[in-house]
């Protein structure tokens, strides 16, 4: 039932933006930006190629938005916009998505004890940067997972990837994880 309340606000705030609303797809945008960035940031690392994506992400999305027939809930239409768009500027880079070549602070309680603190900090600095060893597609697919708490389901309309092989990336990208950090 949730969902149609969704695909209703969405369905509203579709009319109002092709009826030259402006205004209602700055709203999609804020509803949106932290995982069309999260995406882009987790498969690409120049700061000014994620600016850019981003902005053709949107203007894509602004431009098709006729077409987007709520067979999904809107961000995640979006989110396999910035998926698909981020994919193929990897690909017209000739950057492997799949080749081995954000922060998880919220994820762990604070404590006030310095010594668990700094043992803390270490440990998620050492998750982070493997994690961001891991090729394009795993990086994404981890935070879209772990971080953004997405549903598999949702994480494969983005994708355009079947539920099968989002589990299989994901224990893939786990067992490289645990095998990386074990040698700490």
Same mark, same amino acid.
């Given at each position: 039932?949730?969902?149609?309340?969704?695909?209703?606000? *969405?369905?509203?705030?579709?009319?109002?933006?092709?009826?030259?609303?402006?205004?209602? #797809?700055?709203?999609?945008?804020?509803?949106?930006?932290?995982?069309?960035?999260?995406?882009?940031?987790?498969?690409?690392?120049?700061? *000014?190629?994620?600016?850019?994506?981003?902005?053709?992400? @949107?203007?894509?999305?602004?431009?098709?938005?006729?077409?987007?027939?709520?067979?999904?809930?809107?961000?995640?239409?979006?989110?396999?916009?910035?998926?698909?768009?981020?994919?193929? @500027?990897?690909?017209?880079?000739?950057? +492997?998505?799949?080749?081995? *070549?954000?922060? &998880?602070?919220?994820? #762990?309680?604070?404590?006030?004890?310095? =010594?668990?603190?700094?043992?803390?900090? =270490?440990?998620? =600095? %050492?998750?982070?940067?493997? %994690?961001?060893?891991?090729? +394009?597609? @795993?990086?994404?697919?981890?935070? &879209?997972?772990?971080? =953004?708490?997405?549903?598999?389901?949702?994480?494969?309309?983005?994708?355009? &990837? +079947?539920?099968?092989?989002?589990?299989? @990336? &994901?224990?893939?990208?786990?067992?490289?994880?645990? *095998?990386?950090?074990?040698? #700490?």
């Amino acid at each position: 039932m949730g969902n149609e309340n969704n695909h209703f606000s *969405d369905r509203e705030l579709i009319a109002k933006i092709l009826g030259g609303n402006t205004q209602a #797809f700055a709203v999609v945008v804020k509803d949106t930006e932290k995982l069309v960035t999260q995406i882009v940031r987790k498969m690409t690392t120049n700061a *000014d190629d994620q600016k850019d994506l981003v902005q053709n992400i @949107y203007l894509k999305a602004y431009q098709n938005l006729s077409s987007f027939q709520l067979k999904s809930k809107l961000s995640t239409w979006i989110g396999n916009i910035a998926y698909n768009t981020t994919v193929n @500027y990897l690909q017209k880079q000739k950057i +492997p998505i799949l080749e081995l *070549d954000t922060k &998880l602070e919220t994820k #762990f309680a604070l404590t006030e004890n310095p =010594e668990s603190e700094a043992i803390r900090a =270490e440990t998620l =600095e %050492i998750i982070q940067a493997e %994690i961001d060893k891991l090729p +394009p597609l @795993y990086k994404t697919l981890i935070t &879209l997972y772990h971080l =953004e708490e997405l549903p598999n389901k949702e994480i494969a309309a983005i994708t355009n &990837l +079947p539920e099968g092989t989002i589990k299989s @990336y &994901l224990a893939r990208a786990r067992k490289i994880l645990k *095998d990386n950090i074990r040698y #700490f």
